[in-house]
């Protein structure tokens, strides 16, 4: 008699499927609210805004008003995919000469010397103004009431707080004041409120709403009250006047300027593209570290992929080398394409990879080797981890993303939408949480720390300079299938991102698994590479890996030479993905909730 079971693979949860549109993000009150503005009759957009505002409110461990946002759009109106920079420039008075003035060889991860222009409010308002339909109050007023009235703070929020508060309470009163109620780290599922950044966000709106005028009035005056009016007063009054201790030991005060925020607008890019088969891959450009998604693509394409194990040796250890060369070249040559010509076209081109894929053998490289473009490029001097990762965690600094055994470390954001209409939305926001730097106690929200990631060497194509971008790891994705916009894709994790990104989309084209089940998989990364946060160390040759990774396959790893340190089952990667074909929308997200994270779709 034959069965009426479902023959599919399990998965932790379906990939659901409609016609009308899907919201998946990292946190499902972020999730509620997109849907619901999706349901008013919003766009795609509309829903990015809404729901990137709630994700500050409900997530301010992973990201925040003073952070910064790369997003990539398809507008089906216009036809293309394009890409938004939210990434803010280091400010005018940030010189290699001022850093080193104050006894640094880095820039701090930490304080307010890290700081650059926030990009994010002004980034959500020009997504509302160009692409959007609805007006200010649509998209603020979900922040505003949770933020105001309270949401409950998931257990990862908290193990952070707990991580910085003595920071908290011997340095940074002003982050004590609102991350430790009653003088006591909360507890998982308290309800949690920001009523000082409710205020914040309700006077934008009311100095937005009380002029008159249109949609496009009020999202102009709620821009001015942003960048050149009471926040950019109050972060430039805080900057100018406060020592604030730092991940270096010492007390700093800011550079960061009113006249920097007034000064500053994000920009619409062309993404970066690379052909891989049937599909296009979208990314944003170098001064993200995006492309290593593509450059691994350009030398996996020499390799015949289809039909291996997704958690066998070869597809691991195939991923693995070639994200060892792509990200050597990322330390290299990645930087703001403003200030220093890359050679990015050479980095994607056939010749190129045909040349570097000749370094991946059948055994684990344990040496940082960049390629070579006459011409282009920088010295990248090597720091190898000496216990280093683990120390910085007290002082709110080193890589925000998910430590090598899952502890407590911070991270960021990530969300997929799609409309009925068949418009594109994917985002990684960051920056601005709450272990980046001391609340200033006008806004409720405190400045990101982005800057780290510049080096303090003349020459280098990620030097620091005034104006200038710093190379963030923020790397959201979209793909084109057969020329037809097809799939959003990201994950949080800064280094990681573009290692989880790629194995992801390897799973979905060469195994054969849909969105949820390339989600679900067991996955891993490396640690090769420098950091690109404080203190930009590497650790050669380290590969992790989810226990779920079959033993058979770590015990093969190892004798090919990788150093594999094997994580908890569930550790790897926060992914969402979201997808169109025809009416169809489908939608994925991360069930890895042993973190402590809000799992959301």
Known sequence: MGSNINPDPFTTRPEIEGTFGVVATTHWIATAVGMGILEKGGNAFDAGVATAFTLQVVEPHLNGPGGDVPIIVHDVKRGRTEVVCGQGPAPARATIAHYKSEGLDMVPGTGLLAACVPGTFESWMMLLRDYGTMRVRDVLEPAISYARDGYPLVERACATIQTVEQLFRKHWPTSAAVYLPNGEVPKPGTLFTNKTLAATYARILSEAESGGGGRDAEIERAREAWSQGFVAEAIDKFCRTQDVMDVSGSPHRGVLSADDMARWQPTIEEPLTYDYGRY?????????????????????????LDGLDPTGPEFIHLQIECAKLAFADREKFYGDPKFTEIPIATLLSDAYNDERRKLVTDKASLDFIPGSVEGFGGVVKLRRAEGQREAVGALGAGEPTVGR?????????????????????????????????????????????????FWLEEGHPAALAPGKRPRTTLSPTMALRDGEPYLAWGSPGGDQQDQWITQFFLRHVHCNLNLQEAIDAPAWHSEHFPISFWPRTARPGVLVVENRVPKATIENLRERGHIVEVGPDWSEGRLTAASRVG???RAAANPRGMQGYAAGR
């Open 583 to 585: 009416v169809r929308r």
């Open 405 to 453: 055994f899952g502890e407590v470390r911070g991270d960021t954001v990530h969300f997929d939408i799609i409309d009925k209409d068949g418009n594109m939305v994917s985002s990684t926001p960051s920056g601005g949480w709450l272990q980046s730097s001391p609340i200033i106690p006008e806004l409720g929200f405190c400045l990101g720390s982005r800057a780290q990631m």
């Open 280 to 304: 296009t891959v979208c990314k944003a450009g170098v001064w993200s570290q995006g492309p290593v998604t593509l450059q691994q693509l350009a030398l996996l394409k020499g390799f015949a």
